[in-house]
């Protein structure tokens, strides 16, 4: 079973299994606000983040972001939140399950849903170079490791001068204190959970493992330097998540950088 079918299985009931999760939610709506905010100083200082390039298929709004591995939604809707309104938000996920349960929701017309599989990303078709923002929560560990560098260089593709990149992601490689929280949280909660809620223990199973086989957060950080980024920046979450999930920064140089 390929990662994107697993998340299939999952699709119909992950919503309420993240529910479940104490500040889930909330680190998701913390990710959304780093990227609009940082987004909009650009645009105030005149960065060339926001200069009017010529796009296709894509709505003349005052900023465009991108949601990838947007999932049934719930990353889509903090951003949608955070964003100033004639934002526009495509949100990607690789899980047509997915796919479905985000767009059975009520948007906004400048939010739209399409699938891609990072890591084999048409930018092009996407556009390059024209996305202010990109958002991307809990992905890159479900990227193979030889792929990596390539998912995280097409995000850098994919923005504009001067965009910003944020990540979310767990990440316990190289902190025993993180990994012991991670196995009791996944052992004694989240696999049971999955096996009672969902009787889908093979992709909670799979969640608890891919964390595990995850980047150190320096690691991933030298990801994102080597792909081009500068200001690269990472702070922790609040609360059983401490040293367990972690968002970066990341920012596409400008053109005369």
Same mark, same amino acid.
């Given at each position: 079973?390929?990662?994107?079918?697993?998340?299939?299985?999952?699709?119909?009931?992950? %919503?309420?299994?993240?529910?479940?999760?104490p500040?889930y939610?909330?680190? $998701?709506?913390?990710?959304?606000?780093?990227?609009?905010?940082?987004?909009?100083? /650009?645009?105030?200082?005149?960065?060339?983040?926001? &200069?009017?390039?010529?796009? #296709?298929? &894509?709505?003349?709004?005052?900023?465009?972001? #991108?949601?990838?591995? /947007?999932?049934?939604?719930?990353?889509?809707?903090?951003?949608?939140?955070?964003?100033p309104?004639?934002?526009?938000?495509?949100?990607?996920?690789?899980?047509?399950g997915? $796919?479905?349960?985000?767009?059975?929701?009520?948007?906004?017309?400048?939010?739209?849903?399409?699938?891609?599989?990072?890591?084999?990303?048409? *930018?092009? *078709?996407?556009?390059?170079?024209?996305?202010?923002?990109?958002?991307? /929560?809990?992905?890159?560990?479900?990227?193979?490791?030889?792929?990596?560098?390539?998912?995280?260089?097409?995000?850098?593709?994919?923005?504009?001068?001067?965009?910003? $990149?944020?990540?979310?992601?767990?990440?316990?490689?190289?902190?025993?204190?993180?990994?012991?929280?991670?196995?009791?949280? /996944?052992?004694g909660? #989240?696999?049971?959970?999955? &096996?009672? *809620?969902?009787?889908?223990?093979?992709?909670?199973?799979?969640?608890?493992?891919?964390?595990?086989?995850?980047?150190?957060? %320096?690691r991933?950080?030298?990801?994102?330097?080597?792909?081009?980024?500068?200001?690269?920046?990472?702070?922790?979450?609040?609360?059983?998540?401490?040293?367990?999930?972690?968002?970066?920064?990341?920012?596409?140089?400008?053109?005369?950088?």
């Amino acid at each position: 079973m390929s990662v994107a079918q697993a998340f299939d299985r999952g699709a119909a009931r992950y %919503d309420l299994m993240v529910a479940l999760n104490p500040g889930y939610h909330r680190e $998701l709506r913390r990710a959304a606000a780093a990227l609009v905010e940082r987004t909009e100083i /650009c645009r105030r200082r005149g960065s060339p983040s926001v &200069i009017d390039l010529p796009s #296709i298929d &894509i709505p003349p709004h005052d900023l465009s972001f #991108i949601d990838l591995a /947007c999932g049934s939604g719930a990353s889509t809707r903090a951003l949608v939140d955070a964003a100033p309104p004639r934002t526009a938000v495509l949100g990607l996920d690789a899980s047509p399950g997915m $796919l479905a349960q985000a767009t059975a929701k009520d948007w906004p017309a400048e939010v739209r849903f399409d699938r891609a599989v990072a890591g084999t990303l048409d *930018v092009d *078709v996407i556009g390059r170079g024209r996305h202010d923002g990109v958002l991307t /929560c809990y992905l890159f560990r479900n990227v193979a490791a030889d792929q990596r560098d390539l998912a995280v260089r097409e995000t850098y593709d994919l923005l504009r001068p001067g965009g910003w $990149l944020v990540v979310q992601e767990y990440s316990v490689a190289g902190n025993p204190r993180a990994r012991r929280v991670w196995d009791a949280v /996944c052992l004694g909660v #989240i696999i049971p959970l999955g &096996i009672l *809620v969902d009787r889908n223990r093979d992709l909670y199973r799979y969640l608890w493992r891919s964390v595990l086989n995850f980047d150190p957060v %320096d690691r991933f950080a030298e990801r994102l330097l080597a792909a081009g980024f500068t200001d690269v920046a990472h702070r922790t979450a609040t609360g059983w998540q401490r040293g367990v999930l972690h968002t970066f920064v990341a920012r596409k140089p400008d053109r005369s950088t």
